[in-house]
């Protein structure tokens, strides 16, 4: 099975429980990060493309920002999420990969990739596919703003067991990670 596949299937699977397991999230501050940098050094426009965009979280948060916003992700299911997500019904989300989206997206302001989905490259050619893409997507002065972490925070963050007791659920995450020593600067 190939990482694409590998990754591919884990959202597919955990789709639906998603939101809750990420709710300590801050998608709000974190779009308004990303917004501040689009207006810094993007032309100003407002079509923006939401490139990994999950279960469309951060696809809302920049439509109540003015945003016109078209999203897509490697996930069907983070896709139908999406487009059940109170706040979307403006918005419209496709099936892609960073690497290659789907057809016709171009004309963007801003390509945003928020929580992450840049990390899930494992390679030099997929992150030149991935910043092709991206180039081709947007108009000759729009900008991309992505974010990413390292390895060490993945571990960090996910070798924790994380539960979301809702009263009439209660899902949890357990996994396992090596030690992490301190970063030697």
């Not at 801003?110 to 840049?118: E, F, N, R, W």
Request: include cysteine.
């Amino acid at each position: 099975m190939s990482h694409v596949d590998e990754t591919l299937a884990a959202y597919e699977g955990i789709a639906a429980r998603y939101d809750e397991l990420n709710a300590q999230l801050d998608t709000s501050s974190l779009v308004a990060r990303f917004v501040e940098a689009a207006d810094r050094y993007g032309s100003g426009g407002r079509r923006l493309l939401d490139a990994g965009c999950g279960t469309g979280r951060s696809s809302v948060a920049f439509r109540e920002r003015g945003f016109e916003v078209t999203g897509y992700d490697l996930s069907p299911a983070m896709v139908a999420t999406a487009r059940r997500r109170p706040g979307a019904e403006e918005i419209r989300f496709l099936v892609g990969r960073l690497q290659e989206p789907p057809p016709g997206l171009t004309g963007f302001d801003v390509v945003a990739c928020v929580d992450v989905p840049m990390t899930y490259l494992t390679g030099t050619e997929q992150l030149r596919q991935a910043l092709t893409a991206a180039r081709d997507q947007l108009t000759e002065d729009g900008v991309l703003v992505f974010d990413l972490n390292t390895i060490g925070y993945y571990r960090r963050m996910f070798s924790v067991p994380t539960v979301a007791d809702r009263g009439d659920r209660y899902v949890a995450w357990f996994a396992e990670s090596p030690r992490i020593e301190a970063d030697r600067s």
